[in-house]
């Protein structure tokens, strides 16, 4: 019973070219503005979540740390989040916190090595002394380059004592030393400095934010290891983020029909046949899963012959997250259209939700730049969902099996949906 | 009354409705109304706009769900599949897709009933020469003319060919043609042995079409019968005059309402034992200065039964 419901959706569908050219090429078209402005985009705003591995544990090290969780706009994690009440997870190691990175836990890690105090500041660009490893994550342009200026300043702030001595030994290296007195000045000048900046600590002043960062006097090796062969970082997220916003509008619109049979009695004369509404709406939701799912294959078609995303060696991982995406905006559309009266109502409502949501959920403007506040509040809707999902599959290649937490928010979502879409079409069912 | 949830009756009538109430709010649409529709008959529903015709029918669809009394349909209650099956249901609205072509909505439906394979491609071939569409099968329902989208309309709704046939005033909107054309395919079907209710506020369509025909007004049943008993029930005898004068402004009216007769849209209309009356009745009208326009004598129809038993017209 339901193939006929779609069989005839379907020669509705292909009768209309307003809806054919809102469900195929207006989406196109604005993916492409998209990409095309925000494809190589570089912005900061974020409080960005760091990893940092101090594997030398010197006093250098140790303040250069204290320095950067001073950063108010930096949020330092030296482990993982606890998982389990009273067991405190180990510390992160170079090796995880590099797999932390790749997983999406933090956007960047910073890990800094053995010997790292014993030279740690260089005005000379040393090559050889010991270097602190950036690790990023390139679906995050902003991120990194925020960490790697940070971490300048935070050596030329928050390490004061530790460069007057670095100076110091330059001045034994190549003046010659200093006299006994010299030297007796030299280190009560350091203890000052050392007193003053625990004073400040004590006050809850923070130093380091006085001064701006000249950059360079660390030795920082950067390296991507999320997305080092991407060759246009932000396609696959606007393939999905523009998609799953234009899937919204269209499975809202395909809904409407249920509004439209409703208005010219078509609905009643189904109902008084052997269909029921259960199976009406069962119907109506598989081809709007459906038409959804083959706006996300000609989208990503388009990504992928226009604008050089590897789609061909993720197919399993879309058509997983494609099918779970079309069925919860699916299901949407058709809460949409049993709550409203009208198709003029339910155009008002479609256009008010869906823009929030896109907004919120990361289609307009991805998620890593909103406040954290934004970000939670971003995982109600079904972009966030469905945006990670494709993320997880075209930009950190994971396997399929990785995601279970996205396909059963999605599928979980389509559920509910439903269920309460089907409730509210009662009204239909009789007077 | 509750509404019995399992098979009601034994009848093989094709239609049995008992006590039905059904109220919206403070209006009470249908008003106890009992009815029984035998095998074959087609019987005609008449009444004005609002008298309960609409809610009747869609009581017997199953959907309206009423506040007392049952509907059965060949023994099985209102919606339930057995019911679905035997009926049919042409409503007033067109309901039809639109972007589909006719020979294609006749496709939907007939699916939506069960239908498949050459069992739906028979059904199809058969409604469409049943409604005269076969030349225009291709075409968007929306393309085709009034008359044509009531056919096809009508053909959506007994493509499964149901015993049992509701039809809700199908000539709605239609030229005087295409109304033949239509009355044609219910003389089709009720020839061919199916029941079938009939509403309308023509009584030319009912006086055509029906067998009997069932008065409504302010949802009950005033009357039942054949035309002829309806009329006989209502008038005996007794014929009609009809006729127009001209005369002093408000003279006509009172003049009129003084010899016991009513006004209807300029035309007096008085219920007299014998055709002879009408020379004393000109007479009289002379007398009283009026001029007369024209006059004529016939035997009382359905819209004088409304109107006697209503004190108003059918289309009021």
Same mark, same amino acid.
């Given at each position: 019973m339901i193939v006929p419901i779609i069989r005839t959706a379907l020669v509705s569908l292909r009768r209309d070219r307003a809806a054919l050219a809102l469900s195929f090429i207006l989406p196109i078209t604005f993916f492409s503005i998209f990409a095309l402005i925000f494809g190589g985009r570089r912005d900061t705003v974020p409080k960005i979540t760091v990893i940092v591995v101090d594997e030398d544990q010197s006093h250098a090290s140790q303040k250069l740390v204290k320095g950067l969780e001073r950063e108010g706009s930096l949020v330092i994690r030296t482990r993982p989040a606890s998982n389990n009440k009273g067991v405190q997870p180990t510390e992160y190691t170079a090796a995880t916190a590099e797999a932390a990175v790749k997983a999406g836990d933090a956007p960047v890690a910073l890990v800094v090595p053995h010997g790292f105090g014993e030279n740690p500041i260089s005005f000379r660009g040393d090559q050889d002394r010991p270097t602190i490893q950036l690790l990023n994550d390139n679906s995050d342009m902003v991120a990194w380059q925020m960490v790697a200026g940070l971490l300048q300043k935070v050596a030329m702030t928050s390490m004061p004592d530790v460069m007057a001595e670095q100076g110091s030994k330059y001045a034994d290296q190549f003046v010659g030393g200093f006299t006994p007195e010299q030297r007796k000045r030299m280190n009560a000048g350091l203890e000052q400095l050392r007193q003053h900046e625990k004073a400040e600590i004590g006050t809850g002043e923070n130093a380091a934010g006085k001064e701006p960062g000249r950059g360079g006097i660390i030795a920082v090796k950067t390296r991507a290891v999320?997305?080092? @062969?991407? @060759? @246009?970082?932000?396609v696959s997220f606007y393939a999905a983020a523009i998609g799953v916003m234009f899937l919204l509008f269209t499975a809202s619109g395909a809904a409407g029909s249920l509004l439209d049979e409703a208005d010219s009695g078509t609905l009643e004369r189904v109902l008084s046949s052997r269909v029921t509404m259960t199976t009406l709406l069962a119907g109506k939701l598989a081809f709007s899963t459906l038409l959804a799912f083959s706006q996300l294959v000609v989208m990503f078609v388009w990504a992928w012959a226009v604008f050089k995303l590897d789609f061909l060696d993720h197919i399993p991982g879309f058509v997983v997250m494609g099918v779970c995406t079309a069925f919860a905006v699916g299901a949407f559309g058709m809460l949409l259209a049993s709550i409203c009266r009208t198709r003029a109502q339910l155009g008002a409502l479609s256009t008010l939700v869906i823009l929030s949501m896109s907004s919120v959920g990361g289609s307009m403007f991805p998620r890593f730049l909103m406040p954290d506040a934004m970000q939670k509040a971003g995982l109600l809707t079904i972009n966030a969902w469905a945006i990670d999902g494709f993320t997880r599959v075209f930009w950190r290649d994971e396997p399929v099996s990785h995601l279970w937490p996205q396909v059963l928010v999605l599928l979980g979502i389509g559920v509910v949906l439903f269920a309460i879409a089907r409730k509210i079409a009662q009204r239909w069912e009789s007077a | 009354m509750s509404v019995p949830a399992?098979?009601? #009756?034994? #009848? #093989?009538?094709p239609l049995h409705i008992e006590a039905l109430v059904k109220r919206f709010g403070q209006v009470t649409a249908i008003d106890a109304i009992t009815l029984e529709l035998r095998s074959g008959e087609c019987l005609g529903l008449l009444g004005p706009n609002g008298a309960g015709k609409s809610t009747l029918i869609r009581s017997i669809v199953g959907r309206v769900v009423p506040d007392a009394g049952w509907v059965a349909v060949f023994g099985s209650p209102a919606n339930s599949a057995a019911a679905r099956a035997a009926l049919g249901w042409v409503p007033q609205e067109l309901a039809l897709y639109p972007r589909l072509t006719g020979k294609e909505n006749l496709e939907s439906f007939g699916r939506y009933h069960g239908l498949s394979g050459s069992g739906l491609r028979q059904a199809v071939e058969w409604c469409l020469d049943w409604s005269s569409l076969q030349d225009r099968a291709g075409e968007l329902a929306k393309n085709l003319s009034g008359g044509m989208r009531r056919r096809l309309n009508m053909a959506a709704g007994i493509i499964h060919r149901p015993k049992l046939v509701l039809m809700d005033e199908p000539t709605v909107g239609v030229d005087p043609q295409s109304r033949n054309r239509i009355f044609e395919m219910i003389e089709r079907l009720h020839g061919e042995g199916t029941a079938i209710i009939y509403t309308t506020h023509y009584m030319e369509e009912a006086e055509r079409l029906c067998d009997r025909i069932a008065i409504l007004d302010h949802g009950r049943i005033i009357a039942l019968g054949t035309n002829e008993e309806l009329v006989e029930n209502a008038f005996a005898s007794r014929s009609q005059i009809l006729a127009r004068f001209t005369g002093p402004p408000g003279g006509v009216s009172a003049w009129v309402e003084q010899r016991g007769g009513r006004l209807v849209d300029s035309t007096a209309l008085f219920t007299v034992e014998h055709p002879t009356e009408i020379a004393t009745l000109l007479d009289d009208a002379a007398k009283a200065g009026l001029k007369v326009v024209d006059v004529s004598l016939r035997r009382p129809n359905l819209e004088s039964v409304f109107l006697h038993l209503t004190g108003r017209e059918l289309r009021d």
């Open positions: 999320v997305g080092e @062969n991407k @060759n @246009n970082p932000m | 399992g098979p009601i #009756s034994s #009848s #093989s009538l």
